[in-house]
């Protein structure tokens, strides 16, 4: 990444990233930091699912648009102070930012979103940040975010201050997640709300705490074996006792539909029958299998069957943010 030269300055910059899937699961802050996590994760950079961010300056004034739609800044303030620390003046920022996938629905936008605005900013300000030191920045918009500015698979430990890659995208070939939208919508409480409120209230907080903990030890033991079955297990144990951090909370939180439900059922179902399938979610209602590439027709045919309204999205480990060439003046 080249800095800025004083003929040819740099007026905006454009950077591209997947989301950061989580099989054990990020859910919970430290009462000390930015987005600092109360437990560890293990994600993986989903393709080609893709968030866009272009970042230019301004005059007077930030401006966030997502999708056309212009962002509430105070989602975004800490982001931008950080991010404005890059250059050696007073800044203003304009981002546009889209993505090709469901944004707050519950499939990491704001993981892509943020990792994507970490590496134009950079690029914008002509700075040639680390991986690590682009974590930290990212992590200041969105936790998961950290993970995101990686591809392959990557590991954020509990209390860090950025996350740490583990395998690069070509590590597992075989891989696939099978996206289910089942509801489009934007989700009623962010993740960011209903974190701050499980850990608050709810009597099972401390005990996912302490849980998660042995949860990713073991999926660390099962990526490293490339062993899908205990790696599956263990992303399901772990979204099951996040969701059920947030039904003991007060007031409960509820973000599955009914479809959540039967997809839930049907992988069950079709374990039973052999094939290798496993559920994970996020906050929100869809529903990410994982799966071996050998199994996807299969899964898809019985998808088909039981619910031929979805258009179920067969994703990769994909690799990290890239920068897409920029306007110069």
Request: net charge neutral; proline share 7%.
């Amino acid at each position: 990444m080249m800095p800025q030269s004083e003929s040819h300055p740099i007026t905006s910059a454009t950077a591209c990233a997947g989301p950061s899937l989580a099989l054990t699961k990020y859910w919970g802050k430290a009462k000390h930091g930015i987005n600092k996590p109360a437990t560890p994760s293990l994600g993986l950079t989903l393709t080609p699912l893709q968030s866009h961010a272009t970042v230019s300056l301004a005059a007077d004034g930030h401006e966030v648009t997502v999708n056309g739609v212009v962002q509430p800044l105070d989602r975004f303030a800490p982001f931008l102070k950080a991010a404005a620390k890059l250059f050696d003046r007073p800044v203003y920022f304009k981002a546009l930012c889209t993505n090709s996938f469901p944004t707050s629905a519950g499939l990491a936008s704001s993981s892509s979103g943020f990792a994507a605005l970490a590496l134009a900013m950079s690029q914008l300000a002509g700075r040639d940040l680390s991986h690590t030191n682009l974590s930290v920045l990212a992590r200041i918009g969105s936790g998961s975010a950290a993970r995101a500015v990686w591809g392959g698979f990557v590991e954020w430990p509990a209390g860090a201050a950025h996350a740490r890659p583990l395998y690069d995208e070509s590590y597992w070939p075989e891989l696939r997640v099978i996206v289910c939208l089942v509801h489009p919508g934007c989700k009623a409480v962010s993740s960011r709300n209903a974190m701050t409120q499980a850990r608050d209230t709810s009597p099972y907080y401390d005990a996912w705490v302490k849980e998660s903990a042995c949860m990713h030890h073991g999926a660390l033991t099962a990526l490293a074996s490339q062993d899908l079955e205990q790696l599956g297990d263990i992303a399901r144990h772990s979204y099951l006792r996040m969701f059920g951090t947030m039904l003991a909370m007060s007031p409960p939180l509820v973000y599955w539909v009914p479809a959540s439900v039967q997809l839930i059922h049907l992988a069950q179902g079709l374990r039973k029958q052999g094939i290798g399938v496993w559920e994970t979610m996020d906050a929100g209602p869809q529903v990410k299998l994982l799966c071996a590439a050998q199994d996807v027709d299969a899964i898809l045919c019985r998808l088909n069957e039981a619910l031929p309204e979805l258009t179920p999205l067969v994703a990769q480990v994909g690799a990290g943010p890239c920068l897409i060439p920029s306007t110069t003046v």
